[in-house]
């Protein structure tokens, strides 16, 4: 893939850049320049396609001046296998490490999902041993984080024959969901709600995003000046102890507040919110709008 041969190969076998959207060059090849080398033979056969690799290359290193400029997006890898030398909220921790140098170099930040074939690995404190719904709930859930910290897109994959994952393909059951908060997401216009964790695990260390709330929570502005509030538990079974955590969110305007998939709603008065979050899950929170559009 390095070569330009390799992508006069590839375009000699009548492929056009209208049969693929962009590559994944493998972080595995441990060397931005090696990285770059792709990415120009590529362009040379394939101008319109665009190219990404994973995040994690960019955290530190000689090279990374020359890396940022030579990729068109960048994406960040979550891990639905579990990984118990990680905090479920590595991901979060990760893009909130990262992400703003990619940004603040011209790029778009995805979070790129993944289901392995361990990802029913899990621990004795998990009620849902081996099941395709536990597999589901921590894609979801560290898809949100991806959203918390700062993606602003989604790529999605999985290893749909991998041996042992569960029957599952995707983020399809997210996926109605994402599309529903895409304006608020992709308009980038986010800042850090106060938490108070008042039961249950109140934090968790994310290496590199430092300590983080177990449950914590952003307010998004979309391009209208809509408010949605999005929170997540930042914790896994393990790290929760099997239990839920109770929280106080503060700095909410005040009004009505549609919470998102659970037909329901949140009246705040005093700028609060207060709610209780399971171990991987997440609350949508959109101040509904008066009849003239305003708050």
């Not at 995040?55 to 290193?61: A, F, I, K, V």
């Not at 990262?98 to 930040?109: M, R």
Request: charged share 20%; hydrophobic share 30%.
């Amino acid at each position: 893939m390095e070569s330009e041969s390799f992508w006069e190969e590839v375009r000699d076998m009548g492929v056009t850049d209208d049969d693929f959207y962009g590559v994944y060059f493998p972080d595995e090849e441990g060397s931005p320049s090696t990285l770059i080398s792709m990415y120009t033979g590529m362009k040379k056969y394939f101008p319109n396609a665009v190219a990404g690799d994973y995040l994690g290359d960019m955290q530190t290193g000689p090279d990374d001046e020359e890396f940022i400029p030579g990729l068109d997006v960048c994406y960040f890898t979550t891990y639905t296998k579990f990984h118990p030398e990680r905090p479920h909220a590595w991901v979060y921790g990760n893009l909130i490490a990262n992400a703003p140098d990619w940004k603040n170099a011209g790029k778009t930040v995805y979070v790129a999902t993944e289901a392995f074939g361990q990802a029913i690995e899990v621990n004795d404190l998990d009620p849902d041993l081996n099941t395709t719904q536990k597999v589901v709930d921590r894609h979801e859930s560290q898809i949100v984080m991806g959203i918390l910290g700062g993606a602003q897109g989604v790529f999605s994959y999985a290893y749909k024959y991998a041996e042992d994952t569960p029957g599952y393909t995707g983020w399809t059951s997210f996926k109605p969901k994402y599309e529903q908060v895409w304006p608020w997401i992709m308009n980038d216009n986010r800042t850090l709600l106060t938490t108070n964790v008042t039961s249950g695990r109140t934090n968790i260390t994310s290496d590199p995003g430092g300590t983080i709330d177990a449950v914590t929570a952003y307010i998004f502005t979309d391009a209208d000046g809509r408010k949605l509030v999005v929170s997540s538990s930042m914790l896994d079974y393990t790290e929760a102890n099997g239990t839920a955590n109770n929280a106080t969110i503060t700095g909410v305007p005040d009004g009505m507040y549609d919470v998102l998939w659970e037909n329901r709603t949140v009246n705040v008065t005093d700028g609060t919110i207060n709610d209780t979050w399971q171990p991987y899950k997440y609350h949508f929170y959109q101040l509904e709008t008066n009849d003239t559009g305003t708050m």
